[in-house]
């Protein structure tokens, strides 16, 4: 009799595997490792299967084990009622006192009512911790049909699905196979519905991973909430992973990490340093102010003149104790009229958040495309940058080329709100000394050009360390002292790297808090890519990714940004699968 009903349960939809286990998920209790765990949504009965005593178990005809094993208590067959709910798909509600369909249990006297009339003593019980009620009383509870053997040992509970609450979304999902590698991409559709249409507005996930390493059996669940505020039921999902690993997470990350994403790479530090060839390009100087960087009074932080392209940095905290602002003035020195002309300009301000500076001024500035131009009189000073009010603590990092027909004088200043920055209030401040741990000057040199051919990979570029990648020098024109450009702040490194077809950079911080962006070019493709894309780069051993050339010739455009630690490193790996390597790529992301 026990063989002949197993076998008729196992032939009963054996080939539906997608149950809903969200009674189980919503009282948090262990997933059944099981492909039989979850059942297709439109199948309308759940049956299940079990044996005194026994672990093993059958749902709609494929085997599961039991946490808790059904038991005879006083010649009752009793089921774990947490349990039992959860694989028919039924919601258990409450906490001292639980809810299932027309029954009531009270977990602390042990009592049960059904559609509110008591129960006789024994249909409830706690064994070993658990909570187990009668199996005949559970089948009357959600109107089900219950079977037993001659010996009564073995029951079938058959059971209608869960209606739900017909205003509620439905969580739906897929995944393109059942069956993984190791290190095999998942690629997930989701279709989730509202019955009235209503947008959904906030989707759950349990157990979703896009790759998976270990071999085993994962069960995913979706769950989404609509505009109403209404909860889907858990949609889930099982998955196995097994055979012959495709990735490796460094491989994986090689081929599907986003731009601006990190990833994991001991060896990182072990690889050569790329020959960078430094080659003829623009020359023209830096005017960096960043001393005193945290200025306690109005006053001229630096001032230098120029005559055609310069570039301009300042990065200052606001000391005063009360509102003020960052003004780059331009005073004509010529008999002539003059024209001083912004070609690009990136701006962070006010911000209390350090990280935040370099940052978002690199990525304004890359983004910059609309050219100002004043036009002074002789002898006339105007500002060429302004910048919003800072209060006391907030910072600004402005980052501005500019090209003017004359000799123009420029004077970074620091002035509390309420002063007007005009020549004659100008005249009237004192040059701010330096603070003795930054650095403020011109530094000849702005662009700093090379070109690396990629020979042996992995490999890579070494920026800022004032060893491979030699500090620029300047003076300081408001004392006439040397000035050593430590990280080379503001210098943007013009990169060609060729070889670069099949291969994926990152970004690899050395010296600890980075946030910055660079600018990619790969043949027809112009990218400004924020790095990382959230938080901050931190390890050496946890690069970003950056890019993966399409082009044999990649040009990255490369400042490094204020408030972040130098050095880092551009890491290549090769990132073309090689040939025989299993697992392509897939590109397919709903």
Known sequence: MLSAVRRAVRNFHTRKRTLALGAA??????AVTSPAQAAVASVGAVQLTVSTDQNAAYLNGESVRLQAAPRNVQGRVMLPLREAAALLGQPLVGSATLQLGRLSVDSARLSASLAGAAQPEGNVASVGGVLYVSARLLADALGANFSSDNAGRTLTITALRDGGNPLSPQARFSTDKNVYAPGERVVYTEYPFDPDGADITARRWTGRQEVYFQPGTYTISLQVTNARGLQSAPFTRTIRVEGTP???????????ADPGESFADAQVLTYPAAPAQLVAGPN????FSDSPEAPTQSGVLYQDTVEGRARLLAYHLNALGRPARLYVMARNLETRPVEVRTERLGETAPTRVEGQLGQVTLLEYFASTAAQTLTLAPGQTAAAYASPTLGAGSGVNVLQDLTTSGRVELTFLFLEDGLPPTQQVMQQLPYLPLDGRHQRGTFPGAVRSLRVNLTTLPARIVIGD???DPVVMGVDRLTGQPMRLSGNYGVLYDLEVNGAAGTAVALSPRGGLYRGAMNIVDGPITQAIKLPRTGNALLPDQPVML??????????DFIPASGSNLPVSLVFYRARPQLGQGGGLKTYQP
């Open 25 to 30: 998920l919503l009282l948090g209790l262990p």
């Open 246 to 256: 495709i990735d490796t997470p460094l491989t994986y990350a090689l081929k599907y």
């Open 284 to 287: 023209f100087p830096l005017l």
């Open 466 to 468: 004032g060893q491979v």
């Open 547 to 556: 890019w993966r050339p399409l082009s044999d010739q990649l040009n990255i």
